[in-house]
Every structure is written in structure tokens, then in C-alpha cells.
């Protein structure tokens, strides 16, 4: 198997849930979109994001 290595420099993955790295700076970004559905216009904003993930999380 071949070995890859990309070309930019290697990120920082905090110790941290998934869920509080994703939605750890959504409050400063308000009502902008976070998420548009190209085929129905549908759009989801910061704001929205957090209760739409613990939502889903639920339903798991």
C-alpha cells in the first residue's frame, strides 16, 4: 500500500469532542448560513446548527 503525504503543514486536532470543536464559534456567527441545500434553497444558520445537531444526536 502506497504511502501519501500532503503538502500543507500538518493541522492541530485539540482534545476535544467532535460536536464542541464543530460548534465552538457559531454564536459569533448569528443568523449568517451554515448550511444551504442546493436543490430545495433551504437554509440553516449558525444559530439554528446547534439544536439541529443535538436533534439528530437524539435520534441516534
Given at each position: 500500500?502506497?504511502?501519501?503525504?500532503?503538502?500543507?503543514?500538518?493541522?492541530?486536532?485539540?482534545?476535544?469532542?467532535?460536536?464542541?470543536?464543530?460548534?465552538?464559534?457559531?454564536a459569533?456567527?448569528?443568523?449568517r448560513?451554515?448550511?444551504?441545500?442546493?436543490?430545495?434553497?433551504?437554509?440553516?444558520?449558525?444559530?439554528?446548527?446547534?439544536?439541529?445537531?443535538?436533534?439528530?444526536?437524539?435520534?441516534?
Amino acid at each position: 500500500m502506497a504511502t501519501y503525504r500532503s503538502p500543507h503543514p500538518a493541522l492541530h486536532v485539540p482534545d476535544m469532542p467532535l460536536p464542541d470543536f464543530v460548534l465552538a464559534r457559531v454564536a459569533e456567527r448569528g443568523d449568517r448560513a451554515a448550511v444551504i441545500d442546493g436543490a430545495s434553497g433551504r437554509t440553516i444558520s449558525y444559530a439554528q446548527l446547534p439544536g439541529l445537531v443535538d436533534r439528530a444526536a437524539a435520534a441516534l
